[in-house]
Nanobody, 115 residues
Framework: QVQLVESGGGSVQPGGSLRLSCAVSGIDFDINAMGWYRQTPDQGRELVARLTPAGHTLYPTSLKGRFTISEDKVANTVYLQMNNLKPEDTAGYYC?????????WGTGTQVTLYL
């Protein structure tokens, strides 16, 4: 069965950086896309990054230049590098298989910004 475990969240000052990790089992990155999402109490889960098997990436216009998705196929791990973090980036962050289809979710990792 497919399993995903996120890590790397924590508290950070505005302008700082974090790298989130998603350890994946049961999925072949060569044939499946991966995605990162975030969720706050007053909003649904929002796609923040997508990576296809061909290496194409997708980001919301508002996040371009700050967030970068990548993967290590040997380690079966997907990463989200977040730079120049802002207070509005505070959220639970989740990785997901097959972001354009009904894939499998991880259980999330919290990112909190402090002024």
């Amino acid at each position: 069965q497919v399993q995903l475990v996120e890590s790397g969240g924590g508290s950070v000052q505005p302008g700082g950086s974090l790298r989130l990790s998603c350890a994946v089992s049961g999925i072949d990155f060569d044939i499946n896309a991966m995605g990162w999402y975030r969720q706050t109490p007053d909003q649904g889960r929002e796609l923040v990054a997508r990576l296809t098997p061909a290496g194409h990436t997708l980001y919301p216009t508002s996040l371009k230049g700050r967030f970068t998705i990548s993967e290590d196929k040997v380690a079966n791990t997907v990463y989200l590098q977040m730079n120049n973090l802002k207070p509005e980036d505070t959220a639970g962050y989740y990785c997901k298989t097959k972001p354009t289809y009904s894939g499998t979710w991880g259980t999330g990792t919290q990112v909190t910004l402090y002024l």
